[in-house]
């Protein structure tokens, strides 16, 4: 009999993907490829001004080809994939770190959003989605007149 130690972040990353599997949004790929593919999330800064809601990702090492920004059903996703170096001969790795594979991060699109008015501009590693506000939602003053 062999003991193992508990690790109740195992635990609770199984039943996280149990749950997923069980709704239909797993993003693990099946059989040997969960074995060499990493799933990851970018990290990402979401700012809000008078016109517009800023989205920033950071996407270190990824192509602008790579990279998907889409709106369905009320949710603007971004997804992509950052791409494993490949070993090359009289190469070796001693310590892998950085996470590859697909990635996919999905944002509910506020009320007063446009979706007609998304735009994306990709430089330096980061992903900025300016989505901007519709014209009913901008704060308008009202004068009031006295009697």
Excluded: C
């Excluded at 599997?21 to 979401?46: H, K, Q, Y």
Aim: aromatic letters at 8%.
């Amino acid at each position: 009999m062999k003991l193992v130690k508990w690790n109740p972040f195992r635990e609770l990353e199984d039943m996280s993907d149990r749950l997923n599997r069980l709704t239909g949004r797993s993003m693990w790929p099946s059989g040997d490829e969960a074995l060499v593919t990493a799933d990851w999330s970018p990290l990402v800064d979401i700012q809000e001004t008078e016109k517009e809601y800023l989205i920033k990702a950071e996407l270190p090492e990824i192509r602008k080809e790579d990279v998907k920004v889409f709106i369905k059903d009320g949710v603007l996703t971004i997804e992509g994939e950052r791409k494993a170096e490949k070993e090359e001969k009289g190469k070796k790795f001693h310590r892998v770190e950085r996470s590859y594979g697909k990635f996919m991060r999905g944002f509910s699109m506020p009320e007063d959003a446009d979706e007609t008015s998304v735009k994306a501009d990709f430089a330096g590693g980061v992903l900025n989605v300016h989505l901007g506000k519709t014209e009913a939602a901008k704060p308008r003053s009202i004068e009031v007149k006295v009697a």
